[in-house]
Every structure is written in C-alpha cells, then in structure tokens.
C-alpha cells in the first residue's frame, strides 16, 4: 500500500475512534445526568444547595494549634464554616453557640462534621487566641489564621466579605453572617443563611448529606 495511503487511512481511523469515543462519553454523560436528583430545595430553612460543590482556593494558613494547613485539610469530613473573629461582640458568639447546640442535634447514623471559624481578624486571632475561644466551644470547633489576603480570598469563595472598621478606639470588623457547609471533597456544597436555629442545621445538613451520598458518592 502507498504510504500516502496507508497515512491517510490510519488518520481517518484515528478520528472514528475519537468520534466514536466522544459519541460514547456523552451518552455516559447525559444518562448520569439524567439519574441525578436535583439539589434539595431548603429555602424554608435558609438554606440554597449548589447542584455541584464549589471548588475553594489554594491557601496556606494557620490552625488553632499553629500548623500550617493547605485546603487538604478540609477534606475527608463535613464541616461548617464560619467567617468572624474572637473579638466579635455578637454575631459570632451567638452563630458558634448555635453550632455547638446544633451538634447535639445531629443524628448518630450522620458523619459527624466540624466547625470551622475562618478569621477575619488575623492581627489579634492568634493560634493561642484561637485554641482559648474555641475550646468554650468544644472539641470539634477548630480555626484558622494567617495572612490577611489569603484570608479575604478564602473567605471570598465561601460568599463572605469583611471589612475593618474603628468605633471609638474599639477594632471592629463587619462581617457575612451565613455558614457556608463544606463536603468532604473540600468543597462548598451549601451556604447557610440567617437567622439560624440548632433544630433547622441540623435538619438542612441531614438533607444535604443524603442527596449527596444518593447522587455524587465520591462527596458524600
């Protein structure tokens, strides 16, 4: 055979194969798709569910205990996150009291989650500050500091600002008030509104948790 030929013939049945392939993984597609539920509707408790997890930043910061952590360490369990700070006058005391409570509501047939406080006030929140406030809490509420801007950046993708103000010489800090729910992939699979209640967390994290393990196993 030519070797024009036989090139020409090898190429054309490259692009079947490939043709083919793409033929393939879109029915694969499609019949995923179309076995997939929609994501729960829980607006009834504040609650809006992605129908895919948010992938979060690359970071490195620091946990109460003074580690350096990266996004891995967000993986392998559920968590609710939280934006704020130690010196917070309200908000934050009240929504991580909510959390703890809202733990003793967790059934025993659910994974466990973690409570995650994200500072917004890295300057004063150090590793040691942390470990003293979290601890009132329980052993499941950990933290994490560093650097401003990656901070910012973190908390960006949780759908949360912050910003610094001074009120008679007091530091303050304005902040989102929502949680933001982590799946163990590392992603935001749910932001959480309030006002919040023990009873609704732990009824919307119930939900989210069994659609997840139903339709994207891998996150569940």
Not at 106 to 129: F, H, K, N, V
Not at 193 to 216: C, G, S, V
Request: with cysteine.
């Amino acid at each position: 055979m030519d070797r024009t030929v036989r090139n020409t013939v090898i190429i054309l049945v490259m692009v079947v194969v490939l043709v083919f392939g793409l033929v393939v993984g879109r029915q694969v597609f499609q019949a995923e798709t179309a076995n997939t539920a929609p994501a729960p509707e829980l607006s009834e408790l504040n609650t809006f569910v992605y129908e895919q997890g948010r992938t979060l930043p690359s970071f490195q910061l620091l946990n109460e205990a003074g580690e350096t952590v990266s996004q891995e360490a967000l993986k392998g369990r559920w968590t609710f996150a939280f934006v704020g700070y130690t010196f917070c006058p309200d908000v934050c005391p009240a929504t991580l009291s909510t959390l703890r409570q809202a733990d003793g509501l967790m059934p025993d047939t659910l994974p466990q989650p973690d409570y995650l406080l994200i500072s917004a006030d890295p300057e004063r929140d150090t590793p040691a500050r942390l470990t003293e406030y979290l601890n009132f809490f329980g052993d499941d509420f950990h933290g994490l500091t560093g650097d401003l801007s990656v901070l910012r950046d973190l908390a960006k993708s949780l759908n949360a600002v912050f910003v610094h103000r001074e009120d008679k010489g007091v530091q303050l800090v304005d902040h989102s008030a929502h949680i933001a729910l982590i799946n163990p992939e590392g992603e935001m699979t749910a932001v959480i509104q309030p006002p919040h209640t023990p009873k609704d967390l732990a009824e919307a994290y119930q939900k989210i948790y069994e659609w997840t393990r139903r339709n994207h196993p891998r996150a569940g």
